[in-house]
């Protein structure tokens, strides 16, 4: 066997432990003769997953108890439409539109109200995030709409922006759980789990109780209604089974980590290794502000196309995989989510240092 250092952004690295785990539990989940994939969702057995699995996240994240987290299908993407339909009481929305996925988001709300864009960071490739400390908020916005990290561009926000007393509503799906978070500041934040979480095919969302309503706008379906997921502890229909069990046991390992404080560190930490190279190179170059940069996501150029695709080729061949960058911005991009060991960045950026003498 022989595993690569993955910076995919996702689907991407899990932690090595929790894959061996689950190997070593997929023909008999302890002692009950069969695996968590063919397990009723009803059973005693899998009652205990998710109630452990939320328990630990709760944990984690240190969750309030006026919040609910539902485990749902259809994805982070799923979330942008399920969040106006639910919560667009006067169909006003205000969106800061920081990078593609912060465009999607406000493009499908404009199906169901009035979205205002009140901020963007096009005009520069989404290459920083903006000034939000007074920005031009409706006075009847139901709630104000950020993409907390920017997958794709690398920005992050640092401070969350001044939303003028409106719920704050967040896709935090780049940087789940990758340091402490103030979660009585959202009205609801929510993440597809397959970029620092676990497998695809499931979002979590983190929802202040007083959001969960049948005010809902007309025709929205019930399956994506809130409060249909609220009221049966998101076991409504099949939940997505498999990937709660994986996402229960990487919340263990977080804990057994030391939490998301020294999550943080070790980010830092990593991420520092490989922006400190970026700043002193005279190939490379990062394509993010530095008060903006993203612990997770890095993107980075050579600023010559042919190179850039040669360096990604000549990655591959050392074992060090998916660094190409998004297919709309090219150049590349290290996703260094919480499952990538110190170890894969320093081996990165020895394989730059190299690249750098040889071709620069
Ligand atoms: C990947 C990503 C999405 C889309 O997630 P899906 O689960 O594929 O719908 C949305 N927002 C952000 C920030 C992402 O990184």
């Not at 499931?202 to 005010?215: A, F, K, N």
């Amino acid at each position: 066997m022989s595993r690569v250092y993955n910076f995919s952004a996702g689907p991407a690295v899990l932690p090595e432990e929790v894959l061996k785990e689950a190997a070593e539990e997929m023909l008999d989940y302890r002692g009950c003769g069969m695996s968590v994939m063919e397990m009723s969702h009803r059973s005693k057995m899998f009652e205990n997953i998710i109630q452990e699995a939320e328990a630990d996240l709760r944990d984690l994240l240190e969750i309030p108890d006026n919040y609910k987290v539902l485990f749902l299908q259809g994805g982070a993407s799923q979330q942008f439409a399920m969040i106006p339909m639910n919560l667009m009481k006067n169909r006003v929305a205000d969106y800061i539109v920081t990078g593609q996925w912060a465009k999607k988001a406000w493009q499908e709300a404009q199906k169901y109200g009035k979205a205002n864009k009140i901020a963007s960071s096009e005009d520069k490739t989404y290459s920083y995030i903006p000034d939000c400390s007074d920005l031009p908020i409706s006075p009847d916005a139901d709630y104000v709409y950020i993409c907390e990290n920017n997958t794709i561009y690398g920005t992050k926000f640092k401070k969350l922006p001044n939303t003028k007393g409106k719920t704050l509503v967040a896709d935090v799906s780049s940087c789940f759980l990758s340091e402490p978070v103030d979660v009585s500041k959202y009205g609801i934040l929510y993440g597809g789990v397959q970029k620092n979480i676990g497998p695809a095919g499931m979002v979590i969302s983190i929802i202040r109780e007083d959001l969960i309503t049948e005010d809902v706008l007309p025709g929205t379906p019930t399956m994506l209604t809130f409060k249909t997921h609220a009221d049966a502890g998101s076991m409504y229909n099949t939940p997505n089974c498999y990937c709660i069990y994986m996402c229960g046991k990487v919340f263990k390992w977080l804990k057994k980590m030391g939490g998301l404080s020294a999550m943080k560190e070790r980010n830092e930490n990593k991420a520092r290794i490989l922006y400190d190279f970026l700043d002193s190179s005279s190939l490379f170059k990062g394509t993010v502000v530095p008060e903006d940069r993203s612990l997770m996501n890095v993107p980075f150029v050579t600023g010559n196309k042919d190179l850039d695709a040669k360096f990604v080729k000549e990655a591959q061949e050392a074992g060090l995989e998916n660094l190409k960058g998004h297919r709309t911005v090219g150049g590349m991009r290290a996703s260094i989510y919480n499952a990538m060991p110190v170890e894969g960045v320093e081996a990165l950026v020895n394989f730059m240092k190299n690249f750098e003498k040889e071709n620069g």
